[in-house]
């Protein structure tokens, strides 16, 4: 997947010249170079990030919002946690989007990824019989979302804590260590401040 020149600078031209996006977009360019990654492949990803980064800009009109740091989130999971440094799946991952859809990057790489939008109740099994590099995605891009539930509504906590119990953490066992114990450290300790805080032990 090469780009023109022209498409490649432009997402990341149209990144603010400061702030969270541009220090977080920075980061993931400095924890690329680490990978040993060549300067074409850390630049689709850095493409893609600089891509989705701005699509959020756009949609939530705030660089502040929770969401808005998603895609650069997930890409650090998969290359700190899951030591995931292929160019292939570090791009598609960054177009991904498994909980809003106004802030879906249309791309048909990321459409690869099953989620509950494109799967409905067909979301575990097609997570289960999909590439282990899918997988990952899958999981590492949800496991952000976990991760920032306690700022969205209080309605939607547990709904969502229960998807992740039942769908997403037994898949998580079965495809990466690291990341299962992510997922199992997450659902006790949001349990325990958020759905049961009153709850002795």
């Given at each position: 997947m090469d780009l023109a020149p022209e498409r490649r600078d432009a997402p990341l031209a149209r990144l603010p010249a400061s702030g969270r996006l541009r220090e977080m977009h920075l980061r993931l360019a400095r924890r690329l170079e680490s990978t040993g990654l060549d300067a074409v492949a850390r630049e689709r990803v850095l493409h893609a990030n600089a891509r989705a980064l701005v699509h959020r800009r756009e949609v939530l009109g705030d660089d502040e919002h929770f969401d808005a740091l998603h895609p650069s989130r997930t890409l650090l999971i998969l290359l700190d946690d899951c030591d995931v440094t292929d160019a292939d799946a570090l791009t598609t991952a960054a177009l991904v989007e498994s909980e809003h859809d106004r802030l879906r990057v249309e791309s048909e790489d990321a459409a690869r990824v099953p989620t509950a939008a494109s799967c409905g109740d067909r979301l575990a099994e097609?997570?289960?019989?999909?590439?282990?590099?899918?997988?990952?995605?899958?999981?590492?891009?949800?496991?952000?979302?976990?991760?920032?539930?306690?700022?969205?509504?209080?309605?939607?906590?547990?709904?969502?804590?229960?998807?992740?119990?039942?769908?997403?953490?037994?898949?998580?066992?079965?495809?990466h260590a690291r990341l299962a114990r992510r997922y199992a450290w997450w659902l006790g300790t949001f349990r325990r401040r958020f759905l049961d805080p009153g709850r002795a032990g």
């Open positions: 097609e997570l289960l019989v999909a590439p282990e590099s899918i997988r990952l995605i899958a999981l590492a891009e949800r496991l952000d979302h976990a991760r920032h539930l306690h700022l969205r509504a209080a309605t939607t906590w547990p709904a969502f804590h229960e998807n992740i119990e039942a769908l997403y953490a037994p898949i998580a066992e079965r495809t």
